[in-house]
Structures are given as C-alpha cells and as structure tokens.
C-alpha cells in the first residue's frame, strides 16, 4: 500500500514538473518565435527574402537532422533525462545574443546577421534532441488515457502566459527609448530566462526506468536495420504521411508578418499582436485538440489539424480585399488566430505514434518520424523562391492546398494498447 501510494506521489510530482516545463518554454518561444520576431530581425539587418526563408529551414534542419544518431545513442539507456538537458544547454546563446545585440554598437549588420542565424540554428538543433527524449520520459511519466489532459494544460496555460508576451513584444518594439537592435536584445534576454526557468523544472522530475535495448549497437547497423521497423508498423507511415502534408503549411510561416507590411502596409510593431493572436490560438487548439483527441483518438483528430492548418493562409489572402488598415489587420489576426490552433496540433501527431509503436521502440519511431520529414526543413526557403517568383498569392494558395491533404484519407480511431510494464 505504501508503494502504491509512494508511485502515485511521484506520478503527480512528475506530472506538476513536466507541465510546468511545458507552460514556461511557451511564454520563452514566444520572445524568440521563428514566424515573427526572429523574421522581423533578419528582415531588419538583410534585404533578401531567402535568407529570411532561411529562419525556417535552420529551424526545421535543426529539429530533424540529430533525430536518427541521437535514438541510436540512448535507445538502450533506461533514462533518458540527462540527454534532455544536454540539448536544452543550446538555449545558454540565446542570452549571449541578446546581450550582444544590447551591446552592438560597434558591429556590423552582418556580423549580426550571421550571429542571429547560428543562434537559432543551435538552438533548434538543441531542441531537436531535448525534444526526442522529452516525448520518451512524457510517453513514460504521463498514463495514455491523461496525455490527451496533459497536453492541453500544457498548451491552455502556456499560451495564455505567451498571449500576454505579445503586447510586452509591442511594447518594446514601438518604444523609442530602446533603438534597434537594442530592442530585439531585450526580448532575447527575457526570452533566455524563461528558458531556463522551464529547464529547472524539466530537472526536478524524477524519471523512472524503462524499456529499452540490451546494448548499443554500430550507427550503420542501426540504419541497416531501419526498414525493419518501417515493415513492422505500417500504419506508422500513414501518420507520418500526415504530419508530413500539414508540415508544408511552413512554406509560407515566415511570410505572414512580411506579407502584413509589404502588402497590407501594416507596420512592424504589429508583430506583438500577431504573436499574441497566435497564442490565443493555440489557447484554444490546446483545449480542443486535447479534448478530439481523447474523445475521437489522436489518429482520427489528425486530419482536422491540416484543415485548420490550411484556412490560415486563406484568410490572410482575403486581408488584402478588405477596406481599412483596422480591417486589414483584424482578418490578419484571425489568420494567426488560425496558425496558432493549427500549430497546437502537433501533440496530436506525437500522440498518434505513441499510441501505436511499443515502450523500447518510442525513440526510434519518434526519430523516423524527424527524418522522413527532413524535406520539410527546404519548405520555407522555397517559400522565400516562390515569393520572388509567384508573389503571395501563389505561396498562400499552396500553404492551404497542401496540408488540407491530410484529411483525404480519415485514419481509424486509434484501439487503445495494454500499457507495456516497466522492467
């Protein structure tokens, strides 16, 4: 009884330390947010629209590209938190950046330029293999029947502390006692702390052993053997597929922000309501997405991700037929609005392969998922291509198309799977 009782105690505690990790990265993503102000700032220090398409494929190189070699190095490990804070160690340049930019008086643009990509190219890549073992110590720490709970605290409460970091973004931006980029320093460095506020949390759980290989095993055997697990779980590949086509809606997330004050003659400023209208949706899309994806499952719920994915788009090409720069700006709003629902679906992909792959097998599936993915990471230099050559109309048309694709083929409501014991 006492065991029973000493496992629920560390469960809760384990559920409060993970939540609290998750709700403190919103508010710190939201000051370093690769759609608006890391976009604004390359925009600010380089005239090209492809390298402002860069942002997103840094981001997205970044995330995918360790998955594979960091599932071979700790899918024989039974814990795997300390690998989680060795990836969080790459948000420490986040705060070296934002201190250089509060003290760049004597650098040049493209020094900074240069300093502000490697920066986010760590700092993603960091993310990329903190976010790997995270999903593993959450498929571990958080029963099935609650992750659909978990994650829409997680969101609700995160997002509702990054809708307020929105107007502070305003604030900072238009005021002109904080000259460029001395500005964007300042969001930079309060961004870093709220990272390692999340971080400090992220210590505290106390992670309990679980499945894993026997031994570690040679990198080029573990490729080898890779189409083994594709054979295994077919209908793997139909949720990744999924993922896949609402991953192409980031062709154009770079562009919302530009587009606003190229076309709709918006100004900058405007950022921190965009950010602030985007987190208010993923408010909502952590509530709703929690709620679909414990009600209709988490393969069922994937579909209607990539048809709210695809209204955004749509919605900021109707901004332009509308009268009146207030006009313009509330349907931009709304196309964030939409973004941020949209983007709060992404537990619902994670969820979707945790329910069908097995305990020992989380890391590696979570890692094919990265990699099967890893063209994406050009969708957003492309997007900078199509800009050039087709103007926004093109690329919103083909942001939307795309991952509306995802519901053609609905996917089976997910059969719940006995929970695997812990050896």
């Known amino acids: 009884?006492?065991?029973?009782?000493?496992?629920?105690?560390?469960?809760?505690?384990?559920?409060?330390?993970?939540?609290?990790?998750?709700?403190?990265?919103?508010?710190?993503?939201?000051?370093?947010?690769?759609?608006?102000?890391?976009?604004?700032?390359?925009?600010?220090?380089?005239?090209?629209?492809?390298?402002?398409?860069?942002?997103?494929?840094?981001?997205?190189?970044?995330?995918?590209?360790?998955?594979?070699?960091?599932?071979n190095l700790v899918k024989h490990r039974e814990r795997k938190k300390p690998w989680v804070i060795y990836g969080c160690l790459t948000r420490i340049p986040i705060g070296l950046l934002g201190i250089a930019l509060l003290c760049s008086d004597h650098l040049s643009d493209s020094l900074l330029l240069g300093l502000v990509l490697l920066t986010h190219l760590l700092f993603w890549a960091g993310e990329g293999c903190a976010g790997l073992t995270w999903t593993d110590i959450v498929g571990k720490c958080i029963p099935e029947d609650q992750r659909g709970h978990?994650?829409?605290?997680?969101?609700?409460?995160?997002?509702?502390?990054?809708?307020?970091?929105?107007?502070?973004?305003?604030?900072?931006?238009?005021?002109?006692?904080?000259?460029?980029?001395?500005?964007?320093?300042?969001?930079?460095?309060?961004?870093?702390?709220?990272?390692?506020?999340?971080?400090?949390?992220?210590?505290?759980?106390?992670?309990?052993?679980?499945?894993?290989?026997?031994?570690?095993?040679?990198?080029?055997?573990?490729?080898?053997?890779?189409?083994?697990?594709?054979?295994?779980?077919?209908?793997?590949?139909?949720?990744?597929?999924?993922?896949?086509?609402?991953?192409?809606?980031?062709?154009?997330?770079?562009?919302?922000?530009?587009?606003?004050?190229?076309?709709?003659?918006?100004?900058?400023?405007?950022?921190?309501?965009?950010?602030?209208?985007?987190?208010?949706?993923?408010?909502?899309?952590?509530?709703?997405?929690?709620?679909?994806?414990?009600?209709?499952?988490?393969?069922?719920?994937l579909g209607y991700v990539g048809i709210v994915q695809a209204c955004a788009p749509l919605v900021a090409l109707v901004a332009a037929l509308v009268p009146g720069s207030s006009g313009k700006l509330g349907v931009m709003l709304v196309a964030y609005v939409l973004l941020g629902i949209g983007a709060s679906g992404w537990p619902v992909g994670t969820n979707s392969i945790l329910e069908v792959v097995a305990p020992e097998d989380r890391t590696v599936y979570l890692a094919l998922s990265n990699t099967l993915q890893i063209p994406l990471f050009l969708a957003p230099f492309i997007g900078g291509y199509l800009v050039l050559v087709g103007g926004y109309t093109t690329l919103f048309i083909l942001a939307a198309v795309l991952p509306a694709m995802a519901q053609v083929r609905p996917m089976p409501k997910a059969v719940p799977r006995p929970t695997a014991e812990v050896r």
Not at 255 to 268: C, D, H, K, M
């Open 150 to 301: 978990f994650f829409g605290l997680m969101q609700t409460f995160g997002n509702i502390a990054a809708f307020g970091i929105g107007f502070f973004v305003k604030w900072v931006l238009d005021n002109d006692a904080w000259a460029f980029p001395a500005n964007y320093g300042i969001l930079f460095v309060a961004s870093f702390t709220f990272f390692m506020a999340s971080l400090g949390s992220m210590s505290l759980v106390k992670e309990p052993p679980g499945k894993a290989y026997q031994e570690a095993e040679p990198f080029r055997e573990f490729l080898r053997r890779l189409p083994e697990y594709l054979k295994k779980d077919p209908i793997f590949l139909r949720i990744v597929s999924k993922i896949f086509l609402i991953g192409l809606g980031s062709l154009a997330l770079p562009f919302y922000v530009l587009y606003a004050q190229e076309r709709l003659g918006l100004s900058g400023g405007v950022a921190g309501y965009f950010i602030s209208a985007q987190t208010l949706g993923m408010v909502v899309g952590g509530m709703l997405w929690g709620y679909l994806g414990d009600t209709l499952g988490h393969r069922r719920s």
């Open 1 to 71: 009884m006492e065991r029973c009782a000493e496992g629920t105690a560390i469960r809760r505690h384990n559920f409060r330390a993970l939540l609290w990790d998750g709700i403190l990265f919103s508010p710190a993503l939201a000051l370093f947010e690769p759609t608006t102000t890391i976009p604004l700032l390359v925009s600010r220090l380089t005239e090209s629209s492809v390298l402002v398409g860069l942002v997103g494929t840094l981001r997205l190189a970044g995330m995918w590209l360790p998955a594979l070699p960091v599932a």
